[in-house]
Structures are given as structure tokens and as C-alpha cells.
């Protein structure tokens, strides 16, 4: 935890956060311990993480699904994340489908797989793009292709940039591989709208590389009209992100 990071998140936890009470909390490791400078008025780690469980406690009792995951967080008690799920919380839907793909639980073999999409659909329903992809993947497999490209786009115009990658190359068919209807103007410029990331995760390179391929098969009058579509697109749209934790794990 070095002083810019700190300063930002005791920005955040002063006004509520409790994710960032939780950051706070676990960090063990601050710059200021190794040289023997911490402000005297900065709050040691447990206290962060007594407060945010002071606040999440009477709201998570009330049931509010999202204070029953901050619970999970601080307690790692898995009755808090199933509570927080049945609850509707789209994170703990999709750390529920994760666990169980990982062997938690007692299941019948069928029983696993059924409880796996089921917690990835209701996360997906719910919103969030990572399970949109998973609860994707398991279509996919079960052979159902339409919905497998529906809960693509889902995910694509939610913002989440792995799929935007993807989607914006099976609609300019480089390749087809999923039967998506061919545009290629709009596959342009999802592609494009990538640029402004700044190569997180390698995508960068992937997205220059594929714009390439893409461009050689459009006029220069093709390739405009799909930058303008970016520019529509990201005024319109969600933006870029690869959906990242909250909190590390």
C-alpha cells in the first residue's frame, strides 16, 4: 500500500465505501511501516475492517444482498455468500458458479453442472458481464448457438472489453466462426474503440493487429464511416473495462 494508493482509498472508505475499508484492512504491507513513518492518526488495519463490518452487519441482517457479500468478504463465512446470492447479488451468483466448477459442494454429477449454469445465468440476468460469458460458454456447449451469440452481445455492450474484442471480429467474420450477421463497419469499430485502452491484459496488440486484417478488406470511405460508428458507440455505450475485482483474492 503505497501513500497515493492510500490516500485515494481512505478518500473512498470516508465517504461509505466499504470495499475500500476492506482494501484498507488488508493491507499488511504498508510503504510507511518499512521506514518507520506512519502518520500517528492513521488507523491500523483491523480498525478498517471493524468499521466496515459495523456498517455492513445491521444491513446484511435487514437482507440487503450486496452488505451479505461485504459479510463474505470480511468473515469468509460461504453462508453469507450463498445468503447474498439467493439474495440477488450478481457478484456472489457468479463467485457461487465459480466454487462450484472448482468442487465445492456435494453434487451429483448432473446436479453440479445444473447448479453451475444456474448460478451463472441469474449473475448474467443480473448484469454482470463475466458470468454473461460463462453462462455463454455453457450454451455453447449444450449446443445452443443463438443463445450463446445473444449473451455475447450482453456482454459486449456492457462494456467488457475481452468481448467486445471478440464480438467485433465475428461480426467482420475474421473469423466466422459463430454465424454472427457480417458488418463489418460496426466490427471495425468495436475493434478500434480498443485503441484507447492502454494494453492491459495484451489486448492492444491483439485489437492493432486485427484492425489490420479487417481494413484490408474495406474502402477508405468504409474505414471512416466505422470510425465515426466508434465514436457514436462510445457516447452511447458503457465503457471499456475488464471488469477486474474489487477486491484482491
Known sequence: MNPEARKWYEASAAQGDLYAMIQLGRSKKDFCTFSNDCPPDQKPPIEWLNQAKHMAMPKAIQGDAEAMYVMYELTFDEEWLEKSAVAGNALAQYWM?????????????????????????????????????????ILFEKGDIEGFRHWNEQAALAGYASTVYGYGSDLAHQPDTY?????????????????????????LDLAERKLQKISDTMTPEQIAEAKEFAKTWKATHAPLSFFPDKLSR
Not at 183 to 188: E, P, T
Request: charged share 25%; hydrophobic share 40%; with cysteine.
Open 97 to 137: 458458479g465459480i466454487g462450484y466448477q472448482e468442487g465445492e459442494g456435494f453434487f451429483l454429477p448432473w446436479r453440479r453442472a445444473k447448479a453451475i449454469e444456474k448460478c451463472f445465468k441469474a449473475s448474467a440476468e443480473s448484469g454482470y458481464p463475466k458470468s454473461m460469458m460463462e453462462y455463454a460458454a
Open 179 to 203: 454465424g454472427f450477421p457480417f458488418d463489418i463497419i460496426k466490427g471495425y469499430a468495436l475493434i478500434y474503440s480498443l485503441r484507447e485502452l492502454d494494453g492491459g491484459g495484451g489486448i
